[in-house]
């Protein structure tokens, strides 16, 4: 609530900078306050732009606020976040569960986002689809991909990342 009167107030001031999307700029204000730790650089400019209205959907309309914990990474940090999961897990099929190696990890590609919080999450999984943006795991309730030759259709939620490389 505080996050949503915040931007309330910062309305004004977003107007006079940029009439026309003001929303939006008084929304961007406000999360960043809101997550000071969030890095949006390395998304694609799709990604980009469709989280952004989405975020700025859930908030003026349903007073849900959408964080972002991860979204593009850099191959060598994927790898090493891979490397990490297979020491903690024992092994890389186990590993592949909840993460995946750079060459197969949509992060790398700058359209993945895992956001926060849980509320959030369910907001975009029921209104994401407006947004070319979609939960992609049944085991990653934070984890959606931005989809745009979807056409509005989502594609069809995996068990886990490394559902498919398992099927061969």
């Known amino acids: 609530m505080v996050t949503l009167v915040l931007a309330v107030l910062l309305l004004p001031a977003a107007f006079v900078r940029r009439p026309g999307r003001a929303r ?3 929304c961007r204000w ?26 700025t959907e859930a908030l003026w309309r ?16 994927q790898q090493r976040i891979f490397d990490e999961e297979v020491r903690r897990s024992g ?10 190696p750079p060459a197969e990890s949509n ?5 993945a986002l895992d956001v926060r919080p849980h509320e959030g999450a369910r907001w975009l999984e029921e209104h ?16 959606f991909e931005y989809r745009p030759d979807s056409g509005g259709t989502p594609p069809r939620r ?11």
């Open 62 to 77: 349903h007073g849900q606020l959408i964080g972002l914990t991860s979204g593009y990474r850099d191959p060598l940090v």
């Open 128 to 143: 994401g689809a407006r947004h070319d943006l979609y939960r992609m795991y049944d085991n990653e309730w934070w984890h």
């Open 24 to 26: 939006e700029l008084a």
């Open 30 to 55: 406000a999360l960043r306050m809101r997550f000071p730790a969030e890095d949006l650089t390395g998304l694609t400019d799709g990604a980009l732009a469709a989280f952004t209205a989405a975020r």
């Open 107 to 111: 992060h790398v590609k700058g359209i």
């Open 158 to 168: 995996r068990p886990h990342p490394g559902w498919r490389s398992e099927r061969g």
């Open 91 to 100: 092994s890389p099929a186990s590993a592949r569960m909840l993460v995946l």
